[in-house]
C-alpha cells in the first residue's frame, strides 16, 4: 500500500469519525433538548398548580370571610330586634305597673272591684294548696279588704272543690306597701296576697306584681346561641 492509498484511508477514517462523533452530538443534543422540555413543563406544570392551589386558599378565605361578616351582621340585625323588643316590653310592663297600683289604690278601689279581685285572687290560692289550713299575708292596707271577703271566699272554696271551709289565718307580717316615688328601689308590692301551707312547706304568692310577671315572662324575646 503507497502513499496515496495510506492517505485516502486515513481521511475516510476520519470523515467516518466526525460522521459518528455529529450523530453522537445530534443525538446528545436532541435527548437534551427533550429533557430541557419536558423539565420545563413540569417546572410550568408545578407552577400553575401553585397557583391554583393559592388563588383556592385566598377564595375561601374570602368565602369564610364573606360568611364571617354575614353572620355578624345577622347577629347585630337580630339584637337590634331583640332590643326593641326588649324596650317596647319593658315600657308595656312599667305602664301596667302603674295601672296596677290604680286597681289597689283605695281611691279606685271600689271603681275598680279591687273587693272581687282580691277573692277571686284567694280562691285560686285555695284551689292550688289545697290545705285545711292556710297563713295568708297581705299588705297592711289591705287587711280590712282581706277579711272583708275572707268568708265569701272561704265558701266559694269549699263549695268547688266540695269539702268543709279552710282555717285561714290572716299574718301580722305583712307584705311592702305600694312603689313610692321618694324610694323607687325599697320593696314594694302593688296588691294581692300570699297564701301558704300550715308548715310553710308550700308557698303561692297571688299579689298583682307575681301575675304581672308571669305575664310578661312570655312575652320576652329569647336570646339565641351563636
Known amino acids: ?33 427533550e429533557e430541557f422540555n419536558i423539565e420545563k413543563l413540569q417546572l410550568v406544570e408545578a407552577e400553575k398548580k401553585k397557583i391554583r392551589q393559592e388563588y383556592e386558599r385566598k377564595q375561601k378565605q374570602v368565602e369564610v370571610r364573606k360568611k364571617i361578616e354575614y353572620s355578624m351582621q345577622l347577629n347585630a340585625s337580630r339584637i337590634k330586634v331583640l332590643q326593641a323588643q326588649d324596650d317596647l316590653v319593658s315600657a308595656m310592663r312599667e305602664a301596667a305597673s302603674k295601672d296596677l297600683l290604680n286597681v289597689s289604690h283605695h281611691k279606685f278601689q271600689h271603681h275598680h272591684n279591687y273587693e272581687g279581685l ?26 280590712n279588704v282581706v277579711h272583708s271577703v275572707l268568708d265569701a271566699a272561704k265558701a266559694e272554696y269549699a ?56 305575664v310578661f315572662r312570655g312575652k320576652l324575646p329569647e336570646v339565641p346561641f351563636l
Open 1 to 33: 500500500m503507497n502513499d496515496a492509498d495510506v492517505s485516502k484511508q486515513i481521511q475516510q477514517m476520519v470523515r467516518f469519525i466526525r460522521q459518528e462523533a455529529d450523530e453522537k452530538a445530534n443525538e446528545i443534543s436532541v435527548s437534551a433538548e
Open 118 to 143: 282580691m277573692k277571686s285572687l284567694i280562691v285560686q290560692g285555695l284551689l292550688r294548696l289545697k290545705e285545711p289550713s292556710v297563713l295568708l299575708r297581705c299588705r297592711k292596707e289591705d287587711v
Open 159 to 214: 263549695e268547688k272543690t266540695h269539702v268543709h271551709e279552710p282555717k285561714i289565718i290572716v299574718d301580722s307580717i305583712h307584705l311592702p306597701p305600694a312603689p313610692s316615688h321618694n324610694d323607687p328601689h325599697a320593696l314594694s308590692c302593688s296588691g294581692g296576697v300570699v297564701l301558704a301551707s300550715h308548715d310553710g312547706k308550700i308557698v303561692f304568692e297571688n299579689t298583682l306584681d307575681a301575675r304581672l310577671d308571669v
